[in-house]
């Protein structure tokens, strides 16, 4: 859980970068394909912790 919230407010943080869709994106995947090849449910968490704190940012305001 703790993973999750870091990575939300980390995410939130690049928001305010011109490319943050970029970054995020490219970073959620590159964690999320890692922690599905070496079945680490916490890089997984982290990833989708990612998109959620950008897209939440991003639409939310």
Excluded: D, E, H, R
């Amino acid at each position: 859980m703790c993973g999750f919230v870091i990575a939300s407010a980390s995410a939130q943080l690049i928001s305010l970068l011109p490319w943050s869709a970029l970054v995020i994106g490219v970073a959620a995947t590159i964690i999320y394909s890692q922690g599905k090849n070496s079945n680490s449910m916490l890089l997984q968490v982290i990833a989708i912790g990612l998109g959620f704190g950008w897209m939440k940012c991003f639409f939310l305001g």
